[in-house]
């Protein structure tokens, strides 16, 4: 994944190479017992008992359902038998996470599949094939590996008593030449056909995507506290990485376990060992004692609302700040007969089959063995609105909401996991547009297609990997390398999937981690939210301000990042390319039917920035704009660009050694009017471009 830097306009089209797959028309049909795309089976021995529904005309496309005798809360159908074939998929790993994986055949599927792409065949013909498994009524589907490499469809209710026996529109189907033009097209019709979602692209992201962000979880986990707070951000501050957000994870409310007194207890909210907060149960909205007697400095103000009042004064550049919580109020949900809180009712949660299967959690074990307090559907506005209406009142502007996906593991009294799903997401929303501007909501935990498909008509901004883990929690030594590169693939891959809902948040990281540089180098391209959890007082400045302007802004990607495929996209009307290497402070240039080739060492990386090289009607010199090379998403900087009566004009954001290709020398160079210094070598031209006094662009040109 490398970031592009714009040509004389911003937003550049990429224009595609013509091949005989863009030529054919995709089709997509059952005939007989074989699927067909573009004539060609992809799916074959499908039994009769499948049902295909084509979208309005549309022979790119159709909904696939099945039926059977006898009604029951949870059926597994055979679609077809699966050979030969490479396909990605996304599949939960976890009850709360997903990740990618790939094989051949109907038994490499894995179970709770939440999306499949058969690759394309250019000899055959064959266009790529999109399987999604959707939600019809009150059943949930997901894919799954069958007998004898037969692909499976799985569809349930989560409740014994919610049954059916007919499915028309449980999994849709689609094929074309283009994998990401596929999903992207695929999802818009799914959006039309549920209409219970909104696409990411309809949705206003929150502002806190474009400010550097500290988390207090890595830093003090339970121990969460005003004061140490508050000397975090005073650090980051004095040494020139100010955040511009907040986020004030676990640790903050009023929690006790069962066999507590329901009182605000120092002992119950200083919990250290891993878990062990976790079956606890909310107990009312307030926050704890450690944050309810912060003396602000006013003195007749107390507080959490004393408290962020102080934090956003003090430190002008923290502009909001979110806190914690679970969907169901905390992880045990809510204990049951409290004063001023909703009713709620302890629920053991039951995992279907096909999580039964995922990995061993923590969090799950703790959850099955100590039981919810679930909040009924029919009063979980009152539980939102409880907790929001107070956190607003403190000036609290957003929330993180973490164990999304519990909900379904409590669905068997709720009616079923689709309308209990259904009640929470529609107080959930009524509740962020109410309090937190429509938007102001991070969604963590939450990987599982009745998520995207119900949860996200407001919310924008979700997690799509697992957590940051600074070491194995299973105590694997090599565990604090090799589960880095499982959270950038983790992520990379969700992207194509969850993007089009939500805007990928690729989660925290810490700054001395030995692979810090690593994690640095992938936000920089992820197009999201840039965040840490570091410690108070325990940074590396020397990276944060590679990703950090001085206003406590970044440097965010226009798109976010996706696996990349191998095929070239040239621009049109260009033939070279400068492309510069971030580590190794090297520029290559490159026609396009040159190769590079680069070498890494383990959890290394190199990044790349392509710029297209331009012809400029005077004197016929080559030049590429290159950006901020003291900076990971170097071309980042590049703001907009203008030729004008023989001079280049880059507006640039932030500061450093910003740097251009040349065929040619300059004759001068100017930031904001000025003449200045500007250094010459190897064909790149190299200013230093100083902070302006306010967060404007600096105007830098070249003459010549």
């Known amino acids: 994944m490398a970031p592009t830097t714009p040509s ?36 074959t021995q499908v039994p009769p008992n499948i049902t295909t529904t084509i979208h309005n005309h549309n022979p790119l496309a159709s909904f696939i359902g099945f039926h059977v005798d006898v009604p029951h809360s949870r059926h597994v159908a055979p679609l077809g038998k699966l050979t030969n074939i490479r396909f990605m998929s996304i599949f939960r790993f976890k009850v709360w996470w997903t990740t990618h994986w790939v094989g051949n055949n109907g038994k490499d599927i894995q179970l709770e599949t939440q999306m499949i792409i058969l690759d394309k065949n250019l000899h055959s013909g064959r266009p790529y094939v999109l399987l999604l498994p959707l939600i019809q009524a009150s059943f949930r589907a997901s894919l799954q590996p ?47 056909h549920l209409g219970t979602f909104k696409l990411l692209h309809d949705k206003t992201l929150p502002q806190i995507v474009d400010k550097f962000r500290w988390c207090t979880w890595d830093a003090f986990y339970l121990k969460v506290n005003p004061q140490a707070v508050y000397q975090g951000v005073k650090s980051l501050v004095k040494d020139g990485c100010p955040p511009g957000f907040v986020l004030i994870d676990d640790g903050w409310q009023s929690i006790c376990h069962d066999y507590d007194q329901p009182v605000n207890d120092p002992e119950s909210v200083n919990m250290t060992s891993a878990g062990e907060q976790m079956p606890c149960r909310l107990i009312k909205f307030e926050e704890n004692y450690k944050f309810i007697e912060y003396q602000g400095t006013n003195f007749d103000d107390k507080g959490m609302g004393a408290f962020i009042r102080d934090l956003k004064e003090d430190f002008k550049s923290i502009e909001h700040a979110y806190v914690w919580h679970a969907l169901c109020g905390y992880w045990g949900g809510v204990r049951p007969k409290m004063t001023g809180m909703p009713e709620s009712k302890v629920v053991t949660p039951k995992l279907s089959p096909g999580l039964q299967t995922t990995m061993e959690d923590l969090a799950v074990d703790k959850l099955v063995s100590n039981g919810v307090g679930l909040v009924p559907p029919e009063l979980a506005h009152k539980l939102f ?19 999304i996906q519990l909900l379904e593991l409590l669905s068997e009294d709720f009616g079923e996991r689709v309308e209990l799903a259904k009640a929470y997401y529609k107080a959930l929303t009524a509740s962020v547009r109410k309090h937190f501007n429509g938007n102001g909501v991070i969604a963590s935990m939450e990987h599982c297609n009745d998520f995207m498909y119900l949860g996200t008509e407001t919310i924008s901004l979700g997690r799509v990997g697992d957590d940051f883990w600074c070491n194995d929690p299973q105590g694997v030594t090599n565990g604090t390398y090799w589960l880095q590169g499982c959270h950038m693939v983790h992520c990379a891959y969700n992207s194509l999937w969850m993007g089009n809902f939500i805007h990928p948040d690729w989660d925290m990281f810490q700054t001395t981690h030995p692979c ?112 901020l090379v003291n900076m990971f998403n170097t071309g980042g900087a590049i703001q907009c660009m203008e030729f004008d009566e023989g001079v280049m004009k880059i507006g640039v954001k932030g500061c450093g050694e910003f740097k251009v290709f040349a065929s040619e020398n300059p004759v001068s160079c100017k930031i904001d009017g000025v003449r200045v210094e500007f250094g010459y070598h190897d064909q790149l031209v190299t200013v230093n471009v100083p902070w302006p006094k306010s967060s404007k662009l600096s105007m830098v040109e070249y003459l010549f």
Do not use: W
């Open 146 to 192: 069958g007998v004898d490499d037969f692909l499976d469809i799985c569809v349930e209710s989560g409740s014994l008593s919610v049954c059916e026996s007919r499915f028309r529109t449980c999994l849709y189907m689609h094929v074309g030449n283009d994998p990401y033009t596929l999903i992207k097209d695929a999802i818009k019709v799914v959006r039309d």
């Open 385 to 403: 609105d409880g907790l929001h209406s107070h956190l607003q009142a403190a000036g609290i502007d957003g929330v993180k909401i973490d164990v």
């Open 516 to 627: 810090a540089a690593f994690h640095a180098a992938s936000r920089a391209i992820s197009g999201g939210p840039i965040y840490v959890s570091d410690s108070v007082g325990n940074h590396n400045f020397n990276l944060l301000k590679g990703l950090v302007l001085p206003d406590g802004s970044i440097l965010r990607c226009q798109y976010h990042a996706l696996p990349t495929r191998d095929c070239p996209f040239p621009v049109k009307g260009v033939n070279a390319f400068a492309v510069y290497m971030f580590a190794e402070k090297k520029l290559k240039l490159l026609t396009l039917l040159e190769k590079m080739e680069i070498s890494l060492d383990p959890f290394t990386f190199e990044l790349l920035t392509v710029s297209p090289v331009k012809i400029l009607p005077i004197k016929f010199v080559q030049f590429a704009p290159i950006g």
């Open 8 to 43: 004389l306009t911003k937003n550049a089209i990429l224009d595609q190479p013509m091949t005989m797959s863009h030529i054919i028309s995709p089709s997509l049909t059952l005939e007989a017992s074989n699927f067909l795309a573009n004539t060609v089976p992809f799916l």
